[in-house]
């Protein structure tokens, strides 16, 4: 009965490299999303996945970021030449919407990414 | 972000009532909710309202929600010192991704 899990907890890496931001949902959720939290903000969103497709990837900042879901479970969150501006806790979360309205989604505690 | 705001912090004292408030510029959302973020800890789901509703009651918790004003409203009573958290109104805008305000922190003294 785990829920959302995020890994790493926290990842250091220097300007230029790239990164990759690993998510697990909740066993059976169809629908998974990430979220992008600076400090003080409320969480922005990036992409949403319904199944392995992504659904709406609006929130993307450029073409730097990019997002998998190859098997409808498990998620990876990539970033190219990271820039100190991606400095942020990403967030994951998952939700079970296809038969329920309300759109409830379950987060994970998060990767805080420090860029230097 | 700009779409939904609220205030900053609100500190009250145990025991009393806390109401912490969210405006919003898109009216289009069929739900709207209401998380809390603790240290450490994930985004928590505490209670949501559909968009058609203008309250909702849930043990300690009540909503309320004024279409006209574009104003959304999350009241605790009997506030206690584990409700300390940062509160996030959310809107679904019409979309399945939420977008969420900047977060009022609670502060609750004893």
């Known amino acids: 009965g785990a829920g959302v899990s995020q890994t790493p907890s926290n990842k250091v890496t220097e300007k230029g490299k790239y990164v990759e931001l690993r998510c697990d949902p909740i066993s059976g959720h169809t629908a998974l999303y990430w979220y992008r939290q600076s400090l003080g903000q409320g969480p922005e969103f990036l992409i949403y996945?319904?199944?392995?497709?992504?659904?709406?990837d609006s929130g993307l900042p450029n073409d730097r970021f990019f997002a998998v879901r190859p098997e409808g479970s498990v998620s990876t969150l990539k970033i190219q030449r990271t820039e100190r501006g991606d400095s942020a806790v990403y967030l994951c979360?998952?939700?079970?919407?296809?038969?329920?309205?309300?759109?409830?989604?379950?987060f994970g505690p998060g990767t805080r990414l420090t860029v230097t | 972000g700009e779409d939904v705001e609220q205030s900053l912090f609100l500190s009250v004292r145990e025991g009393d009532s806390s109401v912490i408030n969210c405006t919003y510029t898109d009216s289009s959302s069929t739900y709207l909710y209401w998380y809390k973020q603790e240290p450490g800890a994930g985004l928590q789901l505490l209670t949501y309202?559909?968009?058609?509703?203008d309250m909702k009651q849930d043990q300690r918790l009540t909503v309320l929600l004024n279409k006209k004003d574009k104003h959304l409203s999350l009241r605790i009573a009997d506030t206690q010192t584990g409700d300390s958290a940062i509160y996030f109104c959310?809107?679904?805008?019409?979309?399945?991704?939420?977008?969420f305000g900047s977060g009022t922190r609670l502060q609750v003294q004893p």
């Open positions: 979360a998952s939700s079970h919407h296809e038969t329920r309205e309300v759109h409830e989604q379950y």
């Open positions: 996945f319904q199944g392995t497709g992504a659904a709406d």
């Open positions: 959310a809107l679904d805008m019409g979309r399945r991704a939420l977008t």
């Open positions: 309202i559909f968009s058609n509703m």
